[in-house]
Nanobody, 124 residues
Framework: QVHVVESGGGLVQAGGSLRLSCAASGRTFSSYAMGWFRQAPGKEREFVAA????????YYADSVKGRFTISKDNAKNTVYLQMNSLKPEDTAVYYC?????????????????WGQGTQVTVSS
């Protein structure tokens, strides 16, 4: 079993920055991956970014490329999402997810473990 807990959400003005954290505990695997997804009001949950734990490769949605950066701290079993140049359309509940797989890092069904989510609100 793996537990993931997000933190770091909040209210920020457009153009500002926030950093989300996601701490994972429990069993991990060599093919471990962690990702961030978000769900805005009235919309479906969508992929934001992901990182392969062992290889360190990163993946981003087109909407956040160049503004968001996903990174990890192996010693702390923590993944971060640095969000810069935030826009009102980035407002959503952000979820951290973990999974044991190689494959499509954009696909929600590949992630078996999910956090409760943290609210990010960007005001205009």
């Amino acid at each position: 079993q793996v537990h993931v807990v997000e933190s770091g959400g909040g209210l920020v003005q457009a153009g500002g920055s926030l950093r989300l954290s996601c701490a994972a505990s429990g069993r991990t695997f060599s093919s471990y991956a962690m990702g961030w997804f978000r769900q805005a009001p009235g919309k479906e949950r969508e992929f934001v970014a992901a990182i392969n734990w062992s290889r360190g490769r990163t993946y981003y949605a087109d909407s956040v490329k160049g503004r968001f950066t996903i990174s990890k701290d192996n010693a702390k079993n923590t993944v971060y999402l640095q969000m810069n140049s935030l826009k009102p359309e980035d407002t959503a509940v952000y979820y951290c997810a973990a999974g044991d797989f190689y494959g499509d890092y954009h696909a929600q069904h590949n992630y078996a473990y999910w956090g409760q989510g943290t609210q990010v609100t960007v005001s205009s």
